[in-house]
């Protein structure tokens, strides 16, 4: 739900308003693109230049000047995971208006966003430049932003303000402070894992473990550091009602 408009007439063009019910899906391509992803990372390393030696960080970058069709290749297929995952959205966005109508009657329920990250876009300019975000997404000169916190905390809307020194970059959410491996080691008390007041429907019981709120930095911190860095400005905050997990 919008609990607070903090950017009124930015928050009026985007058709947000306080006490709204907002709906948040985050869905990519997941099975597809882990695929796409090991498949040209194993198609990179055999094309590593023989004798010399392994980058220490295990990336194996491919050269547009020396292999162009490799890096074609590669581009086209991470673009075929990307459009997947914008189908995806598109259609569990369609589901659910589907079903808002049939319990409320005509609902609207317009998209303000859909925001792709892990992702490589072009980079508008003269020059032809591309950037790869991992856990960051694009926050361009007035490009809405969302930043999700957790099923237990908060959830913003921000505008990108196209900071140049972090390549008009954001956040992709408040990120983890601990790995789902040692959640899963953690004992279960609601308590402990901030779950007390948190609704979550989800057919695997590991998930509300694995991504309970405790597993997650705190949003505030990481949205304020952002404002403060020129990142990006807050719209509106929204607060979690239901959470659903797949
Ligand atoms: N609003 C919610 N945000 C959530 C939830 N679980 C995780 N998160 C946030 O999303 C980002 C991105 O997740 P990732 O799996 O792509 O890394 C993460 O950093 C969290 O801040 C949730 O249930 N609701
Ligand atoms: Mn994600």
Redesign the pocket.
Known sequence: MVEEVVDRARARQWDVRAGQVAI?I?S?SRGVGKHVGAMWRDRARSMWPKGQKFPPEGLFSLSLADQPEAVAGYMQAEATAANYGFLNRLLLAELLRQRLRELFGEVAAPLVYDLP??ITLPVEGPARRWITRK?ACPAGLEQPVI?????G?A?YLLVGRGSPHLLGSA??????ATSRFEMGRRGRETEDLGLAGVD?ITLREERRIE?APA???P?GPVIACQVEAGLCDVVAR?R?LM?F?A
Request: a positive charge.
């Open positions: 948040m985050h990519g990250h892990n856990g930043i999700p916190g957790s099923m905390a959830s956040s992709h959410g408040a990120g983890r979550c991504e597993a997650y930095k949003i929204m979690p959470t997990k």
